[in-house]
């Protein structure tokens, strides 16, 4: 299996990006998927995550941002890939973005915030 994050890259503190995890391989179902950031010089930490793929509304529902949390996730089973709509960025939220799923890391993805 592999997995690819794509969507990266710089905004404005306030601005937003979605970014997007493709699978090859295997098939997001019912599996869990994470989103970590990985700031310079420091670990890697969880952003968001899903105990259940299938759970997530798809990315183009008008679902997506209806909780109160500026990070959302979403899928598009047609393209076995998972979203990460981030809103509201902050410049400490800066960092290489992987998604992780079925116990294998993606190629990250650079967001960069600037203030």
């Known amino acids: 299996v592999q997995l690819q994050a794509s969507g990266g890259g710089l905004v404005q503190a306030g601005g937003s990006l979605r970014l997007s995890c493709r699978a090859s391989?295997?098939?997001?179902?019912?599996?869990?998927v994470g989103w970590y950031r990985q700031a310079p010089g420091k670990q890697r930490e969880l952003v968001a995550e899903?105990?259940?793929?299938?759970?997530?509304?798809?990315?183009?529902?008008g679902n997506v941002n209806s909780g109160k949390g500026r990070f959302t996730m979403s899928r598009d089973s047609a393209k076995n890939t998972v979203y990460l709509q981030m809103n509201s960025l902050k410049p400490e939220e800066t960092g290489v973005y992987y998604c992780?799923?079925?116990?294998?890391w993606g190629k990250g993805t650079q967001v960069t915030v600037s203030s």
């Open positions: 992780y799923a079925w116990g294998q």
């Open positions: 391989g295997r098939t997001f179902t019912t599996n869990a």
């Open positions: 899903s105990s259940n793929v299938g759970t997530l509304p798809y990315v183009n529902s």
